[in-house]
């Protein structure tokens, strides 16, 4: 099963009521990613939607015996299965099974209208529809979310749409300009520090969606990037002009390399890079 197919949770450790009844795969990250900048922390553990998406939220741990708590903040990437109301959706697990996921106040969401992925920063709760709308200020139409009552939901603070790299460099890119978004591929040729190309498994291509600015979005420590490694990238998406790339990003390109470098990418947009972090996928 294809890495990029799975989505995936980033938790920091924080104080709560513990989350799940099972056993929960675990995998510690090494760079400290966000969706945003600084809006997830260091320190956190992955589950996936499925781990999620459970009735029973008493006493799980993870692998590595992490304690999984509700009041933590999570990154999830799923696609969206219903909208339920303007201040609240559905995503749906690999495996079927939903996750609630409500706006908070003053952000409102954009959804796709395809089958795009999106991803979602916000804190888990155990949805209780009188203590969330107390806790944050919402008036929710109890019929709506009854089938939701006591089961884990997001309480969102972000969202970006996560289209993939395919789609970026072939398909219609103009919905996702001038916005952040969060694309997670596999990491093709490393051009310089400070640039790579970026592939997803089963896209037929030699060329790659080229991220730039990597040497400003990745941590000082534990940040070499290796080929085949699988990535989040959030950040914006920009034309290809390689005189503006290269008096910003200092490309370091010889006239013969600026020329194949031009002749490879000028017809695909660029990810400038806010964050470049490990994907919490698992094998």
Not at 73 to 92: C, G, L, M, N, Y
Not at 192 to 199: E, R
Not at 259 to 283: L, N
């Amino acid at each position: 099963m294809s890495n990029l197919n799975k989505y995936s949770f980033y938790l920091p450790k924080k104080a709560g009521l513990y989350l799940g009844g099972i056993a929960l795969g675990v995998t510690t990250l090494l760079l400290p990613g966000c969706q945003t900048a600084d809006e997830i922390e260091e320190g956190r553990t992955n589950v996936t939607t499925e781990d999620l998406a459970t009735d029973d939220l008493e006493g799980a741990t993870g692998a590595g015996g992490e304690e999984i708590l509700v009041g933590q903040e999570v990154t999830i990437r799923a696609p969206v299965k219903e909208e339920i109301s303007d201040q609240a959706f559905v995503v749906q697990a690999e495996d079927g099974t939903d996750v609630l996921v409500i706006n908070s106040p003053g952000q409102p969401a954009t959804l796709p209208g395809d089958d795009t992925p999106i991803q979602v920063t916000g804190e888990v709760v155990e949805f209780v529809i009188a203590d969330v709308e107390v806790d944050y200020g919402l008036e929710l139409d109890n019929d709506l979310f009854v089938d939701y009552e006591t089961e884990p939901a997001i309480v969102a603070e972000s969202i970006a749409l996560a289209p993939t790299p395919e789609q970026l460099a072939e398909g219609d890119a103009q919905p996702f300009y001038d916005q952040v978004i969060a694309v997670e591929g596999d990491v093709g040729s490393i051009l310089s520090s400070n640039t790579f190309a970026l592939y997803e498994e089963g896209w037929i291509d030699d060329r790659g969606l080229l991220v730039i600015g990597v040497d400003r979005a990745l941590d000082a420590e534990n940040t070499a990037l290796q080929e085949g490694e699988t990535v989040t990238v959030t950040g914006r998406l920009r034309d290809f002009d390689l005189a503006v790339l290269e008096q910003e990003y200092n490309l370091g390109l010889d006239e013969e390399e600026a020329a194949e470098f031009e002749a490879r990418y000028t017809d695909r947009p660029v990810i400038v890079a806010e964050e470049v972090f490990p994907s919490a996928v698992e094998d």
